[in-house]
């Protein structure tokens, strides 16, 4: 089963290798494009502008060392999803069994593919968000493993979720989901919170030491907080308004994607089996029964525990232990799930209410690992041919939900002209400009490349509007 599991997640991962003939989106371009200026010692904001904070340009920056061609892009892409899944899977391997964690894994790499979004997803390849869910998944693994006075992994789970605020500021929601992890395991401590804020302050305090050398600070600031705070706060009307966007996106979103409506489903599930397991507690606590026989029944669970086995004196039977254990080991993770997502959706929601399709990108790995804990803690339990009727309704769902001819399409095209390049000029065809709203065209971009590079010198300064 493990090696089945394993050929599934490589074939899901050599599905989005045609995306390597993928030109870079706009966003990825402009990335790109402050990337190049700071490898050049400029300063964003000051010498080349973007409103994004100033993380996502020194990944750029690190890509555009490595490698200058468009394929960096969705190669980045390829890998952060490679990364995310092994993260989800050894979280689910922590948290709960082996296959909470291998489910949750190709869950992400199937159903968070961004060949079943517009134009194969050439828009939300290599996103801020993108890195967002990997850097987070990494921060709550590292905070899931950490024991009593493990230092290295607190700061290492708070070096992590910093590059994540560098990234996007509203993304310090995730610091809760890192501490939720912890309590998970554990009781969290003092030490734990202080190691974690040194951990984060590194990479934050290291780029405003670097923007305050170049006299850039106030650059930064009007850049990527006054401007983003109008940018997002535009979308409201008022503070209702924005816990209603909250409480119905997640709904509206499931409709339309498949990740969503499965993680969505988990997250119930998981409420479903908290409260139950909250019930049963509370009766074998002896709440709402005969107090004599509850009291007999806590001290005679009390003395197996202790012993480590059942107690062949009361009613108890194997059966019945083996569920008490099942309790006892699956209510803690089952809320951390539910935490990410939640943390998730705040995070959308600060973004605005315009819902551009890599704002949700994010909740990915959270999504995947809620359906994958929920279906590994449920289907065993279930006799087989609820199983099988269970996996096929959620199979037609997924079905309705996601457009498999349009993902068929998408990694054909990008295989067919992998398999033989031809024009790239028709290539890129496809890529934008077939509608009046599209505000990307990259074979227009191709063009203007060319033709700069064919009229100009690279010490030349080229001003371009549009």
């Known amino acids: 089963m493990p090696r089945l599991l394993l050929a599934l997640a490589c074939a899901l991962l050599i599905l989005r290798a045609p995306s390597l003939a993928q030109p870079m989106g706009a966003d990825q371009g402009l990335y790109s494009y402050v990337g190049e200026r700071v490898l050049h010692g400029d300063l964003a904001y000051r010498d080349a502008w973007d409103q994004k904070p100033p993380g996502i340009h020194f990944v750029y920056a690190a890509l555009r060392a490595v490698w200058r061609g468009d394929a960096a892009v969705p190669a980045a892409d390829l890998a952060a999803a490679a990364t995310g899944a092994w993260l989800l899977w050894r979280i689910g391997l922590t948290l709960v069994s082996p296959a909470a964690g291998a489910w949750s894994a190709l869950l992400f790499l199937f159903l968070a593919d961004p060949d079943f979004a517009r134009l194969a997803g050439v828009r939300v390849r290599a996103q801020c968000e993108t890195f967002i869910a990997m850097l987070v998944a990494g921060a709550v693994l590292s905070a899931v493993r950490a024991r009593e006075e493990d230092r290295r992994r607190l700061f290492g789970a708070g070096l992590l979720l910093g590059a994540v605020f560098a990234l996007k500021y509203n993304a310090a929601i995730y610091a809760v989901v890192a501490l939720a992890a912890i309590a998970v395991c554990r009781r969290i401590r003092w030490n734990d919170i202080v190691w974690m804020t040194l951990g984060g302050a590194v990479i934050p305090l290291a780029l405003l030491a670097r923007f305050a050398a170049g006299g850039a600070l106030n650059d930064l600031y009007q850049a990527t907080i006054v401007y983003n705070v109008r940018y997002s706060g535009e979308t409201y009307v008022s503070r209702w308004h924005v816990l209603r966007y909250l409480a119905t996106f997640p709904i509206q979103h499931a409709r339309v994607d498949a990740l969503w409506l499965v993680g969505g489903l988990g997250c119930v599930v998981l409420l479903g089996l908290m409260l139950s397991n909250f019930r049963l507690t509370s009766l074998r606590q002896g709440y709402g029964g005969p107090p004599k026989r509850f009291a007999r029944r806590r ?159 690279p010490s030349e300064t080229v001003l371009v509007f549009g």
Do not use: H
């Open 299 to 457: 001290k005679a669970e009390a003395t197996a525990e202790s012993e480590g086995k059942p107690d062949a004196s009361n009613a108890t039977t194997q059966r019945e232990f083996a569920a008490s254990a099942f309790r006892r080991k699956s209510s803690a993770p089952m809320w951390l799930p539910i935490v990410w997502v939640a943390a998730a959706c705040v995070s959308i929601a600060i973004n605005g209410s315009r819902g551009l399709p890599q704002y949700f990108l994010q909740a990915a790995p959270a999504l995947a690992l809620a359906a994958g804990v929920a279906g590994a803690l449920t289907l065993p339990r279930l006799p087989r041919v609820w199983r099988v009727i269970v996996v096929a309704l959620l199979a037609v769902a997924v079905w309705r939900v996601n457009d498999f001819t349009k993902f068929a399409a998408n990694l054909s095209y990008d295989a067919r002209y992998m398999a033989r390049p031809a024009d790239r000029r028709a290539y890129l065809a496809r890529y934008g400009g077939q509608r009046d709203v599209d505000k990307f065209a990259a074979l227009a971009t191709w063009d203007l490349g060319q033709y700069l590079r064919a009229r100009t010198a």
